[in-house]
């Protein structure tokens, strides 16, 4: 199953630069359909079908399908494809690659070289679970606030789109 | 023949089961195409296809030819591979999704823990055939079908999934062979689950798209819809993509619902393909009755319809459900 693991990690990393690197939108959406299933892949092969099944219906089953539906009607043509184009010059993105770059070789510095925990810098490793017991624990009163305040956004974001509508 | 051990002999024999069912299944789909027009023919009071062999039964061959050599025509103005690729997601996702269905207790393609949730994710990637066929064409009316058709599908699939948790919160498995299991030492699902099963009917038929709610290609309004600039085997891919979805949601309801490859009341356990195929059988013809009866409702009846009826029956169904189900375990 490690075969099928690290193809389909490759699979995931090649589609997921072309989805950066597509001057065509509608394909570049595509591509990122291929890699969230290819992610899905990787869930599989390390046994976690539930995960993998979800990360099918939830991302590339529901979210993609209104990611297309919105750029569909957005009328995109040749001059689109031009900007794309434009925006693609290298000119404009090894300042970001190369720093980018600097990162990716920190972060392999930090798995391989240092201790397994992650805990390179000498302090201690926290996990989801801590966080997951903090949120829930002390901060519990602060989440429930940020929730009520994404109610009130939701309520006023509803309120602002439903103005026309106000026909017998 | 040293490389013949038991467990090559194993794969042989379950890859060729795969293979007749996936023949068996293509089959069915394109069979159906004559099947359905004769009974439309005798609901409607007409003849429909009766000149080509005994009763017309030949007409799928002559559809076949008809439809191999005619012209692969793709519009300069479409984006190819695109316009390729949607024919091709409409026939495999139902396709793909059949490996999961128990037809008996010893065939059948894949026996996966996560069985329901692999259908799920399956029917959520068979909207993207839809969505890029419209696209893709760079017709106005085929945009406008993909548009009703992805927003119709992602509403019926938010309840599709609600009315099959009640059937799983009583099995405690997405697994279907469990399902089938626990339907044969209890009741039948159509009973306990009466509204589940109403909801994800009317829920199987949108999805397919099919009649009444075929919005997304309705002849009067949009021409044919997704598929207009279609033509020869491309056009056909999603004609038998709908009849695949067809078996495929007939023998999903049956599996789920009606016991699968029992009989009534545990009569004739010795024929259990049988009892499957009349069972599905019958909710083929009841999807083609449908078709024959109910008359096309308005767009927006039918978005409002799937929110504001199905997904509160759904959630009522659930709800109760889960009360049952904790109740009886204590």
Redesign the interface.
């Known amino acids: 199953m490690e075969f099928a693991f690290y193809f389909s990690a490759g699979v995931a990393v090649i589609s997921t630069l072309r989805v950066i690197t597509n001057s ?1 939108p ?2 570049a959406l ?1 591509y990122l ?1 291929i890699s969230l299933l290819a992610v899905a892949m990787c869930f599989f092969s390390l046994g976690a ?2 995960a993998g ?2 990360e ?2 939830v991302y ?3 979210i993609m ?2 990611f ?2 919105v750029v ?2 957005l009328n995109l043509g040749q001059t689109i494809v031009q900007q794309e184009r434009q925006w693609l010059q290298p000119s404009s993105w090894t300042g970001p690659a190369i720093l980018a770059a600097a990162l990716l070789a920190e972060l392999l510095y930090v798995l391989f070289g240092q201790s397994d925990t992650g805990a390179a810098l000498g302090l201690s490793t926290i996990d989801s679970k801590a966080v997951g017991v903090s949120l829930f624990g002390p901060y519990l009163l602060l989440v429930e606030l940020a929730s009520l305040l994404l109610l009130a956004a939701l309520v006023a974001a509803f309120h602002l789109g439903r103005h026309e509508a106000k026909e017998p | 023949m040293s490389w013949l051990t038991p467990e090559v002999v194993e794969v042989i024999i379950a890859v060729l089961k795969a293979i007749v069912i996936l023949l068996a299944v293509v089959i069915c789909g394109a069979l159906l195409s004559w099947v359905e027009r004769r009974l439309l023919g005798l609901w409607q009071d007409r003849y429909g296809p009766n000149r080509v062999g005994p009763f017309g039964a030949f007409q799928l061959g002559a559809d076949m030819i008809k439809m191999f050599f005619k012209e692969d025509w793709t519009p300069p103005f479409a984006d190819k591979p695109i316009f390729t690729l949607a024919p091709v997601v409409a026939m495999s996702a139902l396709l793909i999704a059949f490996v999961v269905i128990p037809i008996t207790p010893t065939w059948g393609v894949a026996d996966l823990n996560i069985g329901l949730l692999f259908f799920f994710a399956m029917a959520g990637l068979s909207v993207y055939a839809v969505m890029f066929a419209g696209w893709s064409s760079a017709n106005k009316y085929a945009l406008l079908g993909a548009l009703r058709a992805s927003a119709q599908t992602v509403s019926y699939e938010v309840f599709m999934g609600l009315a099959l948790m009640g059937v799983v919160a009583q099995v405690g498995s997405f697994n279907l062979r469990d399902i089938v299991d626990y339907q044969a030492q209890h009741l039948w699902f159509i009973i306990p689950q009466f509204l589940g099963f109403c909801t994800f009917f009317i829920a199987g038929v949108a999805v397919t798209h099919r009649h009444p709610f075929d919005q997304p290609e309705a002849e009067q309004e949009l021409a044919d819809g997704y598929h207009i600039e279609y033509a020869g085997m491309k056009w056909g891919m999603f004609f038998v993509g709908e009849y695949i979805g067809i078996v495929f949601i007939s023998a999903l309801l049956v599996t789920l619902f009606f016991g699968g490859w029992h009989g009534p009341f545990g009569l004739l356990p010795q024929i259990p393909f049988v009892w499957f195929a009349l069972k599905t059988a019958f909710f083929i013809m009841l999807f083609i009755l449908l078709r024959a009866s109910v008359p096309r409702p308005r767009y927006d009846q039918v978005m409002s319809f799937s929110w504001k009826v199905c997904l509160p029956l759904t959630l009522l169904n659930l709800l109760v459900t889960g009360a049952l189900v904790l109740a009886a375990s204590q």
């Open positions: 065509n509608i394909h595509l359909i079908p539930f099944a979800l099918i219906i590339a089953g529901a399908v209104l297309v539906f569909m009607m």
